[in-house]
């Protein structure tokens, strides 16, 4: 979920399966200093405020993700689990929770692997391919073909379904790799 801004928060219904601790991991970006969120369970502070990363070049740079943890400590049951935005601009991609305090990251982000896709990994081949277009809460609102992701940002921002100006995402049905696309109207 991109562009998050200060007071927006997200619920998710969680199973807890067993009561004790966990280790919570999420995958944030941001292009500056000082963006920040929280998690809480059941309407209570989960975790204290945690900082979201800046991204180490690019203005603009909201793909350089890194991640964040917390330990926290959970019942069993179902719970809300509450991503609350405390200060502006940064995505999250994902976040994670692991049996275990200190537990380690079952999806760690390393320079190596992201050496090995950008060198392995072309994200705009010239190939039809199928993008679900997905809105900013992340609901997939039509699928568009297209030969890479330049094409298919193309024919987003001349599509006249699209109402309303905002930040949508293309998501790559195959590769599902995602990139953010601007419409202005």
Do not use: C
């Not at 180490?56 to 179902?78: H, P």
């Not at 699209?162 to 293309?170: F, I």
């Amino acid at each position: 979920v991109g562009y998050n801004v200060e007071g927006e928060w997200l619920d998710y219904t969680v199973n807890v399966q067993e009561t004790g601790d966990y280790t919570l991991f999420a995958a944030v970006a941001a292009a500056s200093e000082g963006s920040s969120l929280l998690f809480q369970v059941d309407g209570v502070d989960l975790t204290d405020t945690i900082s979201v990363p800046a991204a180490t070049e690019g203005e603009e740079n909201y793909e350089d993700y890194n991640k964040v943890s917390a330990n926290v400590t959970l019942t069993a049951g179902t719970h809300i689990i509450k991503m609350k935005v405390i200060r502006s601009w940064f995505d999250i991609d994902y976040f994670t929770l692991v049996k275990g305090k200190d537990a380690t990251d079952p999806e760690p982000i390393t320079n190596e692997s992201t050496s090995v896709f950008s060198n392995n990994l072309n994200y705009d081949a010239q190939k039809l391919q199928d993008y679900h277009v997905l809105n900013s809460l992340g609901m997939r609102i039509g699928t568009i073909s297209a030969y890479g992701f330049s094409a298919a940002a193309d024919m987003l921002q001349s599509s006249n379904q699209l109402k309303q100006s905002g930040v949508y995402y293309l998501r790559n049905r195959t590769t599902g790799v995602s990139k953010s696309v601007r419409i202005s109207r």
